[in-house]
């Protein structure tokens, strides 16, 4: 074959005549209609609206920052930069087995818990199907859904919490994944386990629950090992942690997943080959090695939440109150004279970021994540302040 006859045979097969198909040359790629229903997450503030710097107790993270075994861990994984981590994350995986008396093979690691919740939804939801969840729960939920094109069902709460009949009652035979936090963000409410137990008996049995415990070290340890024995038990049950709270590692991005073998196998065919980073596995490792931290962080967050709820509580007359919470924050309501709005601009002057969400239907609250002890003293008196009482 001439250069020539070759050349016009590779044109023949690339040209898109050949397709048959010729484009509108004015048509842009459309993204699928179930995307454009999607509203970015929002991350929490770090910075007041004229732009100063402000202490974030905005997004739930460790004010005691990182255990020093895992900040030693990270520092020593910077000259590996070049190679790819192990894609299994083994050694941490079966640290974590270790730890909670899991089968390293029915454990998963994610890019964040947050990458196993959407492909939880992916795996097993799609166009036509539902994936149900609580009102006031956790706005990724809502995300994961429409990703993969399911609809997204909010079941009515009961006084901030989840409501486990009304999540029962609003089951359809599309319902594909049903997702709980517990604790549950933003509002801290904790269903114990008793009552996640009701609610996995009242599933079909071809519903995949989700029990997402990102802030399942901060509850009483007698409470901690319910959800996986659940997961233990049953084909239909999987529960997600994270390192991003207790453990202090946001920034690393690990996650990881508990679950019946199959279902293991199905985040295992979708999740990023190499999803957590040599630097993140080498990090969570040590952070498991370090439960003094751990129990630190969780006893440092039951004192100062306990103080922060007696001090609105003591402003009840100028209609402040809050959502009861096991988790590393409160969400505090004001119903009175003094609105959110303006306790979020107050607190933002006294130098803090909280979260005021009234796009997730909560525009009387704000949740504040608890931070270090001196912080929680001046958000305290800020708040008093705002109600016309001595700090
Ligand atoms: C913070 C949080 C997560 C954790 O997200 P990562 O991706 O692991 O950082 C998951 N679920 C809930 C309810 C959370 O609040």
Redesign the pocket.
Do not use: Q
């Given at each position: 074959m001439s250069i020539t006859a070759r050349s016009a045979c590779v044109f023949a097969l690339y040209s898109p005549r050949q397709t048959g198909y010729r484009a509108n040359p004015m048509s842009k790629p459309e993204p699928k209609p179930w995307i454009l229903g999607i509203h970015a997450y929002q991350p929490g503030k770090s910075k007041s609206a004229s732009g100063k710097p402000l202490v974030k107790l905005s997004?739930?993270e460790n004010p005691l920052g990182t255990s020093p075994a895992a900040l030693e861990a990270l520092a020593q994984a910077r000259g590996e930069a070049a190679t790819y981590p192990d894609p299994d994350s083994r050694a941490l995986r079966e640290a974590i087995a270790s730890l909670h008396g899991l089968d390293p093979a029915r454990v998963v690691c994610?890019?964040?818990?947050?990458?196993?919740?959407n492909l939880a939804a992916q795996g097993f939801a799609g166009p036509g199907d539902e994936v149900l969840f609580s009102r006031f729960?956790?706005a990724?939920y809502d995300i994961a859904a429409r990703r993969c094109g399911a609809t997204p069902v909010e079941a009515p709460d009961r006084d901030f919490g989840t409501d486990v009949d009304a999540l029962l009652g609003a089951v359809t035979e599309r319902t594909r994944v049903v997702f709980l936090?517990n604790?549950?963000?933003?509002t801290g409410t904790f269903l114990p386990p008793s009552e996640v137990a009701r609610l996995h008996a009242g599933l079909p049995s071809d519903v995949l629950l989700v029990v997402?415990e990102?802030?399942g070290e901060y509850v009483d340890p007698a409470l901690q090992s319910a959800a996986f024995a659940l997961a233990a038990a049953h084909d239909n049950v999987l529960v997600?942690?994270?390192?991003?709270?207790i453990y202090g590692l946001?920034a690393e991005?690990?996650?990881w997943a508990t679950g019946a073998p199959s279902l293991i196998d199905v985040l295992n065919r979708i999740r990023g080959p190499f999803n957590v980073t040599i630097s993140g596995q080498r990090a969570a490792l040590a952070a498991l090695g370090d439960q003094d931290f751990v129990r630190a962080s969780r006893i440092h967050n039951a004192a100062e939440r306990a103080r922060l709820a007696e001090a609105v509580a003591a402003l009840g007359n100028h209609g402040l109150s809050f959502s009861p919470s096991e988790?590393n924050f409160l969400l505090v309501h004001f119903e009175g004279e003094v609105t959110a709005a303006q306790a979020l601009e107050a607190l933002g002057e006294a130098g803090y970021a909280v979260r005021h969400l009234p796009g997730q239907g909560l525009p009387r609250s704000l949740r504040i994540t608890i931070g270090k002890t001196d912080d929680m003293a001046r958000v305290i008196a800020a708040l008093r302040t705002l109600c016309g009482e001595a700090a």
């Open positions: 997004a739930n994610g890019t964040g818990s947050d990458e196993l919740l729960s956790f990724v936090a604790p549950n963000n933003p997402d990102a802030y997600t942690r994270t390192f991003s709270k946001a991005r690990i996650g988790a």
